[in-house]
Nanobody
């Protein structure tokens, strides 16, 4: 599976962006797909995840502002980001995995089979 993240850009605080994670190579429908982000000088952190059955999980910092969804017909996962804050500035990565045992597994960087290349999100205050 190859993952292509897109949709990043420059937006003012309070604005919105929608990121896409498009997959090629095989159907993404059976994979859990997560979004991570990495700000300058910081470690890559979990943002949210959506399972193959469309259960969703969010980091506390984005809960209520971000929404992850998937369109299996388009083999794509989306991240709708609203009420953006300067602290959301980072490179956003999507990642897919086909095995996991607990929610905590989804929140960890290891264990993912595939990673996208990242898309830059910059929020100006």
């Amino acid at each position: 599976v190859q993952l292509q993240a897109s949709g990043g850009g420059l937006v003012q605080a309070g604005g919105s962006l929608r990121l896409s994670c498009a997959a090629s190579g095989r159907p993404l429908s059976s994979y859990a797909v997560s979004w991570f982000r990495q700000a300058p000088g910081k470690e890559r952190e979990f943002v949210c995840a959506i399972t193959g059955s469309s259960l969703t999980y969010y980091a506390d910092s984005v809960k209520g502002r971000f929404a992850v969804s998937r369109d299996n017909a388009k083999n794509t996962v989306y991240l709708q980001m609203n009420s953006l804050e300067a602290e959301d500035t980072a490179v956003y990565y999507c990642a897919a995995r086909n095995t996991w045992l607990a929610i905590s597994d989804l929140m960890m960087r290891r264990g993912y089979n595939y990673w996208g290349q990242g898309t830059q999100v910059t929020v100006s205050s």
